[in-house]
């Protein structure tokens, strides 16, 4: 049965939208997705200048736009701020995509651990604690979207991001779980898993980037998946299956396979 006929909301047809990680890459592009007259978009982000970027190519597009300057590992904060913006206007989509990469340089076997301990706060943490708000008000009235940024590195342990990997088969875990346990109280959750998309996180990064593609291209896959409701957006999908096999041949062949690719990410201070 259509989403339509069962009275369910489709992402096209969302008046009041909620994006983390909104001052830049997928997410700022999805935000400018949803922009429209008639269209309340709140933006979470914690770049003061560029989140305002953002909020002005929304507005410009006839959106009524609400910043939030919010780092997204701060549980309570970020929960009292999503609370006030659902009681001014009730959310129709949350999509947390809020992410921060990193993984090991050239010369070193392991990642930084205090960075490693920060991508898991941000990309599994900062998940939850986007989505615990924006579900506590979706199931009161029975409807909305959630959809959460997750990797083709959540398929497979990869050995030069160990942390990011964790971190992002903790999101789709997490996720499925909450996908399941929502569906028939009417909230569609979907799970997004790009290929190599050219935003900040991976610009400086030294790596085969397969079937890269533009920010923009990438948000109009995601769209045009997410009104249709769908519950797993992974593309390209020829990358999709090639990750697939990753994890059905022995495990030894895939690892050799993995430390002959050459990867550097650059250091950060984060
Ligand atoms: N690019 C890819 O190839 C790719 C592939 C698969 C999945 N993804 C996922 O897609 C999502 C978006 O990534 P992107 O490629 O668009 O990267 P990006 O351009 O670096 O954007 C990351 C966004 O996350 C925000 N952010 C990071 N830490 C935050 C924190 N603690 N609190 C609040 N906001 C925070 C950043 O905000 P500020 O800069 O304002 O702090 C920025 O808006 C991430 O979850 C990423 O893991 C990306």
């Given amino acids: 049965m259509s989403d339509r006929r069962q009275g369910r909301l489709t992402s096209r047809q969302a008046r009041s939208v909620l994006i983390t990680g909104a001052s830049s890459g997928i997410g700022r592009g999805l935000a400018a997705s949803y922009a429209a007259p008639g269209v309340r978009v709140a933006l979470i982000g ?40 659902d009681d001014e206007c009730p959310l129709d989509v949350a999509i947390a995509s809020a992410g ?52 083709f590195s959540a398929l497979r342990g990869l050995p030069y991001c160990p942390a990011y990997g964790a971190s992002k088969a903790g999101v789709h875990a997490y996720a499925e779980g909450l996908r399941a346990a929502l569906a028939a109280h009417g909230i569609r959750v979907t799970i997004i898993v790009p290929g190599f998309v050219a935003t900040a996180m991976n610009r400086d ?47 030894p062949w895939t690892d050799r396979m993995l430390t002959c690719i050459e990867v550097d990410v650059p250091d950060s201070a984060e």
């Fill in 46 to 85: 914690r770049n003061a200048e560029r989140l305002a970027d953002t909020a002005a190519q929304c507005e410009a597009q006839g959106a009524t736009v609400t910043c939030g300057l919010h780092d997204v590992r701060d549980r309570a904060e970020l929960a009292a701020w999503i609370r006030a913006i």
């Fill in 100 to 151: 921060l990469g990193g993984g090991r340089n050239f010369g070193r076997l392991l990642e930084d651990p205090d960075r490693a301990r920060a991508i898991i706060a941000t990309n599994l943490a900062g998940t939850m604690n986007t989505l615990d708000p924006v579900v506590e008000r979706m199931l009161m009235r029975g409807r909305g979207q959630i959809a959460v940024l997750g990797s």
């Fill in 205 to 251: 990064t030294t790596s085969p980037k397969p079937l890269l593609m533009p920010v923009d291209r990438a948000v109009r896959v995601i769209r045009r998946r997410l009104d249709r409701g769908a519950r797993l957006i992974a593309f390209p999908r020829v990358l999709y299956w090639g990750a697939l096999l990753g994890r059905l041949l022995p495990a």
